[in-house]
């Protein structure tokens, strides 16, 4: 099962990852936990490039943070779903389309086009998108790079993306609220996780 963390930064899905993927191991299951930018090596000399590069515009983000996936799908999360491992990555195609696209303002159907090369048909199974109010967002970063926002009104568009995004795909998206305790969310993230792996089996077993 491939599993994808979503939300704006400072909304906590680094914990929940780590929650995710010690409930996991517990249970036996043999989870491999990642990220993007920077799941691979050549990942991290893109992130290097991302956070603290140059400056550079809008579509050249777009590429690089494409490439980054592109890689880590290719050589990381592919073959650990063809191995039968799980997988969860702490941001993924949904990052691109409502930072890029809703924060950043470009055209989404170009985005989607990219966004659909970069993974080549790798949409995940669950989506967690943690939900947070863009000023608890903000107060929430305790360090800033290249990327990291000031401007209220982009968290406020990036949080609408998320919720846009998730109600065209009602079926992978799972809202977890990100304002209440990390164990809370933890607990909401699990159902969503048990009811999507029962989901996927009833079907491939009906
Ligand atoms: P990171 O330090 O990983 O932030 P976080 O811990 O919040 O995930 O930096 C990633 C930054 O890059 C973050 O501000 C979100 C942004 N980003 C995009 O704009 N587009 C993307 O496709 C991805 C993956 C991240």
């Not at 936990?33 to 603290?52: A, C, F, K, M, Y």
């Not at 140059?54 to 980054?68: I, S």
């Amino acid at each position: 099962m491939f599993i994808t963390v979503e939300g704006v930064d400072g909304a906590g899905k680094s914990t929940l990852v780590r929650g995710l993927g010690e409930r996991l191991a517990a249970e036996g299951i043999d989870v491999v936990l990642s990220r993007e930018p920077g799941g691979t090596p050549l990942g991290q000399q893109v992130r290097q490039i991302l956070l603290d590069g140059e400056d550079m515009d809008a579509w050249t983000e777009v590429f690089l943070f494409c490439a980054d996936r592109h890689h880590h799908v290719e050589t990381l999360i592919r073959p650990a779903l063809n191995a039968g491992k799980w997988f969860i990555s702490d941001r993924y195609v949904d990052s691109t389309l409502v930072y890029q696209g809703y924060g950043q303002r470009l055209s989404l159907s170009r985005l989607r086009a990219v966004c659909e090369l970069a993974i080549d048909g790798l949409w995940p199974d669950l989506t967690l998108c943690i939900d947070l109010p863009a000023e608890q967002a903000i107060s929430r970063q305790l360090e800033r790079n290249r990327l990291g926002q000031l401007d209220l009104s982009f968290y406020e568009r990036v949080r609408e993306g998320f919720h846009r995004e998730a109600e065209l795909t009602p079926q992978r998206f799972e809202m977890l609220k990100g304002d209440a305790p990390a164990d809370e969310v933890l607990e909401s993230a699990w159902q969503a996780v048990q009811d999507r792996r029962a989901r996927l089996s009833a079907l491939e077993h009906p």
